[in-house]
């Protein structure tokens, strides 16, 4: 346990060098503008989404709405956050070779 709060403590002032600091918070604001404008794309359309899937719905079913919407928006958070992952190391993949040398 010692050893991990040690090598964490040592990566952390790794980051802050100066040769590294680009190479470090560049694909971490990259990410962040690019989740940032998905995230507010998908609030922006998760209503209209919402109503189009409702619409499959029969009428004897209009009940079940309460149980849609819930499975509906755990969906999409399950599919942010493997997105967020895939994402994540795309844009940061051409900095990796650069960390290795």
């Given amino acids: 346990m010692v050893d991990a709060i040690t090598a964490l403590s040592q990566g ?6 100066k040769g590294l600091r ?3 918070f560049l694909p971490i604001l990259v990410n962040l503008i690019v989740y940032a404008s998905m995230l507010s794309l998908v609030l922006n359309r998760f209503d209209g ?3 189009s899937a409702m619409t499959m719905v029969p009428s004897w079913l209009e009940w079940l709405s309460w149980l849609i919407w819930p499975l509906f928006f ?6 942010i956050f493997f997105t967020f992952t895939l994402v994540t190391h795309l844009i940061a993949a ?3 070779r ?3 040398r």
């Fill in 74 to 79: 755990v969906s999409l958070l399950v599919v």
């Fill in 12 to 17: 952390t002032r790794l980051v802050y060098q």
């Fill in 94 to 96: 051409p900095f990796y």
């Fill in 98 to 100: 650069l960390f290795s």
């Fill in 49 to 51: 989404w919402l109503d």
């Fill in 22 to 24: 680009r190479y470090i």
